[in-house]
């Protein structure tokens, strides 16, 4: 991309110049952070960008077929900027990247933004993180219309769905603990899926203000879809929501919400199509 004014182009064209990277990361909760391969930090646009070796961004691939563009950024977790807990509690994903180049001489001049996106997978391997930078048109991979389908679009508790998420959570305390994956509240007498793919809010312990999936409940016990980043104690306190599994029943039946449920249940599948085309080809036959 072009220089944001005509003095950083006449930097780029001479021999010698004095150029910074810099990423820029905000998270989908508001947080602003700021990072650069510079020596030492940056102040470009009112935000820190802080001096960190560790980060290096992969090589970009453009193509011109209105493909994914692609760009992996690498770096070593830091406790004083980006934990692994924080990335998987979720903090991270769906994080807006903006990559772009500055004079470190002369910030006033502005800057050459090479590349902006969203971040997509992020993996943890010996003490790195990468990121995937999904590029502005990944938007256009993504439907703008629904498709028919048996089972509810909404999410439970969405504008759409309209369910009061509040009359079917219950806030409860840890009993025993197994793992960071699996747990006991005896204060919980749901009956067996009640909370399946529901989800757990953490409202007090190490995980507070953490999220995650509900991948199965039955006797009391939770267990999550991924272990919590920290350790799950006796007495944590947390809100569980009930799980919805889609279907038309469990709407009908669970939330007796059927008037807004967003799914086709009784529209012929593919197996009903293909018994009638398989009796239309007898009746040819005969």
């Not at 009112?46 to 760009?71: H, I």
């Not at 840890?174 to 009640?194: C, E, L, R």
């Not at 409202?203 to 509900?214: C, F, K, S, W």
Request: glycine fraction near 8%; charge should be negative; hydrophobic fraction near 40%.
């Amino acid at each position: 991309m072009r220089p944001s004014s005509p003095s950083f182009e006449n930097h780029l064209a001479e021999e010698v110049t004095t150029l910074a990277t810099c990423w820029k990361l905000t998270r989908v909760d508001g947080v602003v952070m700021g990072f650069t391969d510079h020596t030492s930090d940056l102040l470009v646009d009112a935000v820190t960008y802080q001096a960190a070796t560790g980060f290096s961004p992969s090589s970009v691939e453009s193509k011109d077929r209105f493909s994914v563009d692609n760009l992996d950024i690498t770096g070593i977790l830091d406790s004083a900027a980006i934990t692994e807990a924080d990335i998987m509690s979720g903090k991270y994903d769906f994080a807006e990247v903006e990559i772009f180049r500055v004079n470190y001489l002369d910030i006033l001049q502005g800057k050459v933004i090479e590349r902006r996106g969203w971040t997509g997978e992020v993996s943890i391997k010996s003490g790195q993180f990468i990121a995937e930078v999904r590029g502005l048109t990944q938007k256009l991979q993504q439907n703008i219309v629904e498709l028919y389908s048996p089972t509810c679009r909404a999410v439970l508790g969405d504008a759409r769905c309209k369910v009061n998420l509040a009359s079917f959570s219950v806030t409860g305390a840890v009993s025993t603990v197994t793992s960071k994956q699996i747990f006991i509240a005896n204060s919980f007498t749901q009956a067996a899926g009640y909370f399946t793919a529901g989800e757990v809010e953490w409202l007090t312990g190490a995980n507070a203000g953490r999220r995650m999936e509900i991948k199965e409940f039955s006797n009391k016990q939770f267990v999550l879809v991924l272990p919590m980043p920290s350790n799950i104690t006796v007495g944590d306190t947390f809100k569980a929501v009930a799980g919805c599994d889609k279907a038309f029943s469990t709407c009908y039946g669970k939330f007796n919400n059927a008037t807004n449920f967003r799914g086709e249940p009784h529209i012929p599948g593919m197996d009903k199509l293909l018994a009638t085309a398989a009796t239309a080809n007898d009746l040819q036959k005969a």
